[in-house]
RNA sequence: GCCGCCGUGGCGGAAUUGGUAGACGCUGCGGACUUAAAAUCCGUUGACCUCACGGUCGUGCCGGUUCGAUCCCGGCCGGCGGCACCA
């Protein structure tokens, strides 16, 4: 077919081009500390996107359109003098490679070289201003070499509670503790608990990763194992409390919030009889001095229990007690009478899925225990049961039941007949019977020294009382729960640890010896060994007589958490980051200038602008935030948070409105795209479909749009000729003899006059909403200019120089092929006179004289609605204007027979005649 | 269920501080150029009434504040996202 009839501009021949020239020049290489061009005195900017991870289905279009926005604005400060860091790498461990390679048999690497390789072509197709020699690829022996020395940094700290900061444990060494104290404190501890083992999978699962592989088809199990663990949770109140000051969507922090879910309440410590005990009468123990924390042995007949509630002020209320089935206490306390039942329900429980427990959260299940607890304040006996919706994996896996005043006991008081107590009246005025049950505050009743107090002082008051008499102590309580570190792969970093084959105590293995890599391995299959395929490997795992290697792999996240300080100083071989880089980049060096970048002033976090999508709204954000926070506690980064300002990308749908999937058959290839209207259509499109953070479907249509716009643009500077060659347009005029400048010159003309005020209008505009990520409005503003540029009979080549060179960050190929076919022509020096590139030059400024308007256009309404339009002078005084509008004709009219009783004036707006 | 976000023409969207609703683009319609088509260019395109001047309605629905509300407040309805027995 006529393919090339079809191009509305050669963009098939000079993207290719001006990719390989950018490439060869290397023209966005960003010089760093340390390097001979470096120029400390330029203020920085670091703007970031989200690696990708190099699948084999090759770029989707949703990654080009955070890629071009992060691309427009580092092109666009880098021509306001910023010293601009953006990078790419790649995310280029993980599971998908790994099935890949036991289906294929060929080694993950070369698969994971092979999409790399792809994308990196597919992303230098869009002409990204990527500076290549800072490619960072997590999988690199080089990069896991420090992936794994700040595994050892966690290692080797602990979390001090005094200072709220990681410490090295070779304080505690110094202090006395034995090797068994410190592993109850490291950062990074072994810990053997049940978790979530997908048996297809040969791995275990951190809790944000279930329902993903889930939905992948994958089965996934409680199964309690041996694994390595990190302590978020010791940071879980500073990331809440230092995610306030970071310039991210409220909807982000909030959603951390959630998930960090800090409760504020007490624990309150009950005692239970032995088995087979009836409820003794009425004996309130008050000798148990033991701490709240253990839940241990008394005596032979009195265990203690503590439960966590927020609600202390209902303790009146608590008419029975619910222990999760796997609650360690369950089988002590179970009575002859109920062991059958009770160890039929826990069976039950254990064999339910997940989604069974909480599908079915409906219908709640329990069974009694026989044994009865003794309520502290008040010395009520009240049943124990056990009951599934008590998890043991928050709180303390036990509760106190409060039906009247929360909606979970109450269901399960209702349908096992249990007693519900009152103890908040919610509507004192009202009078008549509340609806139980009423979870919100009131005041206390029924509650002995508490009756008569609103809920936040009655929850003070109970606090105190327990931490009065023993029995109990305010307490913080989060969902958060500490991060399963260890996976059973292979296409991971090996953890750096060994065994003492006799003590069978675990060390460090010496920094010296970093990176350790995986062995090369011809089968690694899930073997069904819980600790995973490198068990098969003999001879890797003897270290030596006396020590063996640790078989797990870290999970993908290790390397996404700290990707954004290895572009600072990419090849460094002494360390992870170099002081200096690590200075500058985060703008805490000395010589860093104080710049009109608001993100810029405030040093809390390291990079400026980090734009992705909402999916790592919560995990590789908590993630990253928790490494970087120990690494500043160290004494290894100046800054405290990674990331100062983020937003996040939305999605782009397919066609039919519906998320793009292969099912479906809606999804884009930019590859396409790129192929039939060019790079430029491609991220002009991607950036006119509407605001960067919304959800936004994809319509081809809409990428001819863009299309036309770009040949409108070629074709003010270009005309064809009679065979079809472009040649330099007829319409634009140079000013011959005189020097060219960056700044367009002065009217020369009355016709240029409104050409200049529309450029410089675009100007202002498109610099402003770049600022503010709006770039849909900023095209548009362009679309315009270019509009009023086509009408125009004849052009100054100036003005065009000037439009070329803000539309330069959206449409780099173009404006850059233009530039370059007028130079030494219509008044353009030649090239050897004026050799940079558009995107090496300055932005130019705009000029406030174009802008004035010699007459303004106002609007006049009557009683708020309009009647009439009006030109005048700007500067026209009120009383005119006023006047103006009651002599309208049409004003007349609306207002005939009407009084007037006010003239509201809005300058360079509108006038509003009240009357009536 | 709880928390959060969003509802504007036939479609994507604009209106930056409460001040002309619908910029810009797509689609549709009409025209120019062409033997014809494509491409390009010009005009037009919220609904309704009117020959016209002009008018009425209109930013999910109902109400409020205001000279004036897409914007602020209260109550509903619908869609999307997150969490999901978190005591």
Same mark, same amino acid.
């Given at each position: 077919m006529s393919d090339d009839r079809r191009k509305p501009f050669p963009f098939d021949v000079f993207e290719p081009q001006w990719q390989q020239r950018w490439l060869e020049e290397k023209i966005f290489r960003t010089p760093g500390p340390g390097d001979a061009d470096f120029d400390a005195s330029k203020?920085?900017?670091? &703007?970031?996107?989200?690696?990708? !991870?190099?699948?084999?289905?090759?770029?989707?279009?949703?990654?080009?359109?955070?890629?071009?926005?992060?691309? &427009?604005?580092?092109?666009?400060?880098? %021509?306001?003098?910023?010293?601009?860091?953006?990078? %790419?790498?790649?995310?280029?461990?993980?599971?998908?490679?790994?099935?890949?390679?036991?289906?294929?048999?060929?080694?993950?690497?070369?698969?994971?070289?092979?999409?790399?390789?792809?994308?990196?072509?597919?992303?230098?197709?869009?002409?990204?201003?990527?500076?290549?020699?800072?490619? /960072?690829?997590?999988?690199?022996?080089?990069?896991?070499?420090?992936?794994?020395?700040?595994?050892?940094?966690?290692?080797?700290?602990?979390?001090?509670?005094?200072?709220?900061?990681?410490?090295?444990?070779?304080?505690?060494?110094?202090?006395?503790?034995?090797?068994?104290? &410190?592993?109850?404190?490291?950062?990074?501890?072994?810990?053997?608990?049940?978790?979530? $083992?997908? @048996?297809?999978?040969?791995?275990?699962?951190?809790n944000e990763e279930i329902e993903e592989w889930k939905a992948k088809g994958h089965t996934v199990e409680r199964r309690p194992l041996r694994q390595w663990m990190l302590r978020i949770t010791k940071y879980a109140q500073r990331l809440i409390d230092e995610l306030e000051p970071l310039d991210w969507p409220?909807?982000?922090?909030?959603?951390?919030?959630?998930?960090?879910?800090?409760?504020?309440?007490?624990?309150?410590?009950?005692?239970?009889?032995?088995?087979?005990?009836? @409820?003794?009468?009425?004996?309130?123990?008050?000798?148990?001095?033991?701490?709240?924390?253990?839940?241990?042995?008394?005596?032979?007949?009195?265990?203690?229990?503590?439960?966590?509630?927020?609600?202390?002020?209902?303790l009146f209320g608590a008419t029975y007690m619910v222990l999760a089935p796997?609650?360690?206490?369950?089988?002590? &306390?179970?009575?002859?009478?109920?062991?059958?039942?009770?160890?039929?329900?826990?069976?039950?429980?254990?064999?339910?899925?997940?989604?069974?427990?909480?599908?079915?959260?409906?219908?709640?299940?329990? /069974? @009694?225990?026989?044994?009865?607890?003794?309520?502290?304040?008040?010395?009520?006996?009240?049943? +124990?049961?056990?009951?599934? !919706?008590?998890? %043991?994996? =928050?709180?303390?896996?036990?509760?106190?039941?409060? @039906?009247?005043?929360?909606?979970?006991?109450?269901?399960?008081?209702?349908?096992?007949?249990?007693?519900?107590?009152?103890?908040?009246?919610?509507?004192?005025?009202?009078?008549g019977t509340p609806t139980l049950p009423s979870t919100g505050h009131g005041t206390a009743i029924n509650s002995g020294f508490l009756d008569g107090l609103k809920t936040t002082d009655a929850k003070a008051r109970m606090i105190a009382w327990l931490e009065e008499n023993n029995k109990g102590t305010r307490k913080i309580q989060f969902k958060l729960r500490d991060w399963l570190f260890s996976r059973q792969r292979y296409w991971g970093e090996p953890f750096p640890l060994l065994w003492d084959r006799e003590t069978g105590l675990h060390a460090a293995l010496p920094e010296s010896e970093l990176p350790l890599l995986q062995p090369e391995m011809e089968d690694f299959k899930p073997t069904g060994d819980p600790r995973g395929p490198l068990v098969n490997a003999t001879d890797?795992?003897? =270290?030596?007589?006396? =020590?063996?290697?640790?078989?797990?792999? %870290?999970?993908?996240?290790?390397?996404?958490?700290?990707?954004?300080?290895? =572009?600072?100083?990419?090849?460094?071989?002494?360390?992870?980051?170099?002081?200096?880089?690590?200075?500058? $980049?985060?703008?805490?060096?000395?010589?860093?200038?104080?710049?009109?970048?608001?993100?810029?002033?405030?040093?809390?976090?390291? /990079?400026?602008?980090?734009?992705?999508?909402?999916?790592?709204? +919560?995990?590789?954000?908590l993630y990253a935030r928790f490494w970087h926070k120990v690494l500043h506690d160290l004494g290894h980064l100046s800054t405290s948070e990674p990331f100062q300002r983020l937003v996040n990308q939305g999605l782009i749908l397919g066609e039919d409105g519906q998320k793009m999937s292969?099912?479906?058959?809606?999804?884009?290839?930019?590859?396409?795209?790129?192929?039939?209207?060019?790079?430029?259509?491609?991220?002009?499109?991607?950036?006119?479909?509407?605001?960067?953070?919304?959800?936004?479907? $994809?319509?081809?249509?809409?990428?001819?749009?863009?299309?036309?716009?770009?040949?409108? +643009? $070629?074709?003010?500077?270009?005309?064809?000729?009679?065979?079809?060659?472009? +040649?330099?347009?007829?319409?634009?005029?140079?000013?011959?003899?005189a020097p060219p400048s960056t700044t367009p010159p002065g009217a020369t003309a009355n016709s240029d006059k409104a050409l200049l005020k529309v450029l410089h209008e675009t100007i202002k505009k498109v610099g402003e909403d770049i600022e503010r990520l709006s770039f849909n409005t900023a095209i548009s503003q362009m679309m315009v200019c270019t509009n009023a540029f086509t009408a125009a009979e004849k052009l100054p080549t100036d003005l065009l120089l000037s439009f070329l060179q803000i539309l330069n960050p959206f449409a780099p190929h173009l404006t850059e092929e233009i530039n370059k076919r007028l130079q030494g022509s219509v008044g353009v020096p030649p090239a050897s006179q004026s050799g940079l590139l558009l995107s090496e030059k300055p932005w130019p400024p705009y000029d406030e004289q174009y802008l004035v308007q010699d007459t303004i256009e106002l609007v006049i309404q009557v009683n708020g609605k309009v009647r009439a339009k009006l030109t005048v002078a700007p500067d026209t005084p009120k009383e005119q204007l006023e006047q103006l509008a009651r002599d309208h004709e049409n004003v007349q009219q609306h207002t005939a027979g009407k009084t007037i009783r006010k003239i509201i004036v809005i300058p360079g707006r509108l006038i509003n005649i009240v009357a009536n």
């Open positions: 203020p920085k900017y670091y &703007i970031l996107d989200m690696f990708p !991870y190099p699948s084999g289905a090759g770029l989707h279009v949703g990654h080009p359109e955070g890629y071009t926005a992060t691309d &427009i604005i580092g092109r666009y400060k880098r %021509m306001n003098g910023f010293n601009v860091l953006h990078p %790419m790498g790649w995310d280029a461990f993980g599971l998908p490679a790994e099935q890949y390679a036991i289906k294929t048999g060929q080694h993950p690497r070369i698969t994971t070289e092979a999409n790399i390789t792809n994308f990196r072509r597919q992303l230098q197709a869009l002409g990204f201003a990527y500076d290549w020699d800072r490619e /960072v690829n997590t999988t690199d022996p080089d990069y896991v070499r420090w992936t794994q020395w700040i595994f050892l940094q966690l290692y080797a700290s602990y979390f001090n509670e005094e200072t709220g900061k990681a410490a090295p444990v070779t304080e505690l060494e110094a202090q006395g503790w034995t090797p068994a104290q &410190i592993d109850d404190v490291r950062l990074a501890y072994i810990h053997e608990a049940p978790v979530n $083992w997908s @048996p297809d999978l040969g791995t275990v699962l951190a409220d909807s982000i922090k909030l959603l951390q919030r959630n998930w960090i879910g800090r409760s504020e309440g007490a624990e309150v410590v009950f005692t239970i009889g032995s088995a087979g005990l009836q @409820p003794a009468s009425k004996t309130p123990s008050g000798e148990a001095a033991a701490s709240p924390d253990n839940q241990s042995l008394i005596t032979d007949n009195c265990h203690e229990v503590t439960v966590f509630t927020t609600r202390p002020d209902t796997e609650h360690p206490l369950v089988a002590e &306390i179970t009575s002859a009478e109920h062991k059958d039942t009770v160890e039929a329900y826990i069976k039950q429980c254990a064999s339910k899925s997940d989604l069974d427990r909480g599908d079915l959260n409906k219908n709640k299940s329990g /069974v @009694p225990t026989g044994a009865f607890a003794t309520n502290p304040v008040n010395g009520q006996q009240i049943p +124990v049961w056990i009951a599934d !919706y008590v998890m %043991m994996g =928050y709180g303390t896996g036990a509760i106190m039941a409060v @039906p009247a005043h929360d909606e979970r006991d109450f269901e399960f008081a209702t349908k096992f007949e249990l007693p519900v107590v009152q103890v908040i009246d919610t509507n004192l005025d009202a009078g890797w795992i003897n =270290y030596s007589d006396q =020590y063996t290697r640790e078989t797990n792999t %870290m999970p993908q996240w290790a390397g996404s958490c700290w990707y954004y300080l290895r =572009y600072c100083d990419p090849r460094n071989e002494q360390r992870f980051i170099s002081k200096a880089a690590e200075h500058y $980049w985060s703008g805490t060096s000395s010589l860093d200038h104080s710049s009109p970048i608001p993100g810029n002033q405030k040093s809390t976090g390291t /990079v400026d602008l980090y734009i992705g999508g909402t999916e790592h709204a +919560v995990l590789h954000l292969k099912s479906l058959g809606n999804v884009v290839n930019p590859d396409d795209v790129v192929d039939n209207y060019g790079a430029d259509a491609l991220r002009l499109y991607e950036m006119f479909m509407g605001p960067l953070e919304q959800v936004k479907p $994809w319509q081809m249509k809409g990428v001819e749009g863009v299309s036309r716009f770009l040949a409108r +643009v $070629w074709r003010v500077a270009f005309e064809q000729n009679q065979e079809g060659e472009w +040649v330099t347009s007829s319409k634009l005029q140079g000013n011959d003899g």
